[in-house]
Structure formats: C-alpha cells, structure tokens
C-alpha cells in the first residue's frame, strides 16, 4: 500500500501540489487523473524518487519513503510518459543492455528477456531496430524494462495518450494482465476510457488538489446519472444560456447544435424539459436521455471540455 499525506512540492513561490493525501490499495491499479499541468507528472517524478518535495509523510508497505530509498526503489518500476532508447539497438539488444545495468543475476538473463519479450507481445519484432518501432511497440518495450526486476509497484505516466487505438487497445490489455499478477498499477492518464476499462481506484487531481478519490464503483453508483442528449435545427449557444437558470438543471454543456443536460431533480428534469424544448424557436431534431459514463462525472466535477 502507498500512503500519501500532506504532500507538498513548490517551484519557488509556485505550489505546485498543495498538500495532497491519497492512499493506494496493494494489487489495485489507481488511475491518477488530471488535466494538462495538474500535478500528475511532478507526483510521479517523487514517488519513483527522481526528485524531492517540500513536506508531507509518504510510506511504501509502512516504510518511510525516502529514508528506505533504496530499499523501496528495487520494489518499483517506472514507464515516463516518453522512454528514450537507443534506436540502433534491437528490442531484445535493448533489454540485454538494460539487464547489464541494472545489475540482473547473468544466468537468468535470457530467459527474463525471453519471457518478458512475449509478456509485452514483441517476440516477433525482437531482432528489429528500436528505431523502427512504432509508437506503441516503443511503448510496450518501456513497459519490459519496467518490469524488468519484478517490481511490486509499477507506474505508467501516460502509457496511452500518445497512441492510436489499436495501440492503446493493446497497452490496456497488457495492464488488466498485470493485475491478474498482483502488481499495484499507479497509471497516471487523461484518457477517461481507458480508466473505465482497467482501473479500480480513481484519484482526480486539479491544480494541485484532490478533487475526490474513490473505487470506480463507488464514483460510479454516486455520480452516474442520466444525462439529456439534445440536437437542434440551428446553433443552440441560446438555449444552452436559458436552460442554465432553470432551478433544477445543474450544468449545460453545448456545442454548434449539440446540447448535454445533467438535472438536480431528475424527475423534474423529465416532465419540464419537453414542456420548455415546445416553447423554443430552434426546432428539436433529436432528444434522447442516455446513462452517463465517467467522461460526464468529469464534466460536471471539473470542467474537461478541453481535454476529451
Ligand atoms: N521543474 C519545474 N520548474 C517549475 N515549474 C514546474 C517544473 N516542473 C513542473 N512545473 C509546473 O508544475 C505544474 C505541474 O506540472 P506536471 O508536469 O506535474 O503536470 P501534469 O499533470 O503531469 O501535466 P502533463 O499532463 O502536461 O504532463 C505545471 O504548471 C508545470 O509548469
């Protein structure tokens, strides 16, 4: 289990995480969210020990972190959001390489490389240059040498973000197999539908801050809600103005013709929204009431238009 409590980093005058507590669950994979610049990276950056913080208590099993540094450290395994390898080496070279120095037992070598080779699906690829690999192959190759030593902690900082689907696909499914192996997954990411998909716990982070920090199932039971999908004939940035006062909707998001309604009083919302749609000038052409998923609990705790 990781402990965080109080946690401070400042840049200068500059506060960068403002005291933040949170608690990772041993064997579940936490899913550290938050928009570009909320803190995500820097949170990493002191958990895998590459830099200091100003104050608070971090605590790996019990342990002190980072008075046990070493002794922590050989228990971690850290994916940055872009691994850098030498490209003129092939993926199996690589991993031979990073066994040298790291220090790896010299006889069980071949068949870690082996076995991690097919873990992250690139026994095929093994005798290609590193350069010539794709996105998510370089990805996947990151993730080999993090799990090189057998960490019980593994963090990935945006393993998907910066690839295509099928890439992303394929990481996600290399996650939910590592959870089958008991490994703590701390997996920091913007993308919403990729922490449906594989995480238990869900941290969210915004400027510095803790918004909430939940398991998927609780946020899910207590925020999930229908939400009123609306299109209009024309542009509806006025209807989205006069439907924001009404009493019991809580937050309007509208785009072009596209209009998203979350209700306070969902009953209400149901028998008043038809009357109010009949009185408008701007025809409706579709009107459906759909059950949300995480991408709305983040539009209405934060607001993540920018990002998703
Ligand atoms: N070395 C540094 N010196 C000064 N400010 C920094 C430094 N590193 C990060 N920051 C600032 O701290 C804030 C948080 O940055 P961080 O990289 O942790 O965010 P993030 O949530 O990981 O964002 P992203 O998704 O863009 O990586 C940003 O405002 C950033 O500009």
Redesign the pocket.
């Known amino acids: 289990m990781i402990q965080v409590e109080g946690l401070v980093k400042k840049?200068g005058d500059?506060q960068?995480l403002k005291s933040i507590n949170f608690t990772v669950k041993k064997g579940s994979v936490f899913g550290f969210l938050?928009k570009?610049?909320?803190?995500?990276?820097?949170?990493m950056n002191i958990l895998t020990g590459l830099i200091n913080f100003n104050s608070g208590k971090i605590t790996f099993d019990g342990l002190n972190f980072p008075e046990n540094k070493n002794q922590i450290l050989k228990k971690i395994g850290y994916l940055p959001?872009n691994p850098v390898f030498y490209d003129y080496m092939t993926g199996e070279e690589y991993l031979h390489f990073i066994a040298g120095v790291s220090g790896f037992p010299k006889g069980s070598i071949k068949n870690r490389v082996e076995e991690l080779l097919h873990q992250v699906k690139l026994t095929d690829a093994k005798d290609r240059r590193v350069g010539g690999y794709s996105r998510g192959m370089k990805q996947r190759l990151g993730l080999a040498v993090a799990l090189f030593n057998h960490p019980q902690y593994l963090f990935l900082d945006?393993p998907t973000s910066a690839l295509d689907p099928q890439g992303r696909l394929e990481m996600v499914e290399l996650i939910t197999e590592l959870k089958d192996k008991s490994i703590t997954v701390f997996l920091?990411t913007?993308i919403l539908s990729d922490v449906e998909r594989v995480c238990d716990e869900v941290c969210i982070?915004d400027k510095g801050e803790i918004l909430l920090s939940s398991s998927l199932e609780e946020l899910q039971k207590k925020y999930i809600q229908p939400i009123f999908d609306i299109t209009f004939e024309n542009d509806c940035a006025k209807v989205a103005e006069e439907l924001k006062n009404l009493p019991w909707v809580e937050k309007v998001v509208q785009e072009k013709r596209n209009l998203s309604l979350y209700a306070k009083d969902l009953e209400k919302a149901k028998r008043e929204l038809i009357n109010q749609l009949g009185k408008l000038d701007n025809p409706v052409v579709n009107y459906q009431i759909r059950q949300g998923n995480l991408e709305d609990i983040f539009i209405r705790l934060v607001n993540y238009n920018d990002i998703i």
């Open positions: 840049y500059f960068v938050g570009n610049g909320a803190g995500k990276s820097t949170t959001e945006e920091s913007h982070l």
